[in-house]
């Protein structure tokens, strides 16, 4: 099973920038697309972009052409490198991974990220 640690998080003036990163262990990670997810107070969690392990990406429409989802096969880190942040981009930020053949689900902890003047 998959360790997923997220960092990254903050405040950040809307326009501004944050890069997330997300370390894993345990587990093989050429095995696993990454994603990344997040949950605004009273909303539901929403797919923000993921990335196979081959390097294809996907991402929601509302961060298109704003983020970016990146990884390093050999460090086990997936990235998101968030520009022109927007006060809606505000929300826990959560790491997550799933195995290519069992579609096993892993989560991290959440990292905090909130764009506010």
């Known amino acids: 099973q998959v360790q997923l640690v997220e960092s990254g998080g903050g405040l950040v003036q809307p326009g501004g920038s944050l890069r997330l990163s997300c370390a894993a262990s345990?587990?093989?990670?050429?095995?696993?697309?990454m994603a990344w997810y997040r949950q605004a107070p009273g909303k539901q969690r929403e797919s923000v972009a993921t990335?196979?392990?081959?390097?294809?990406?996907n991402y929601a429409d509302s961060v298109k052409g704003r983020f970016a989802i990146s990884r390093d096969n050999a460090k086990n880190t997936v990235y998101l490198q968030m520009n022109s942040l927007k006060p809606e981009d505000t929300a826990v930020y959560y790491c997550?991974?799933?195995?290519?053949?069992?579609?096993?689900?892993?989560w991290g902890q959440g990292t905090q990220v909130t764009v506010s003047s």
């Open positions: 997550n991974s799933r195995h290519v053949i069992s579609n096993f689900d892993s």
């Open positions: 990335i196979t392990s081959s390097g294809s990406t």
């Open positions: 345990g587990g093989r990670f050429i095995w696993y697309t």
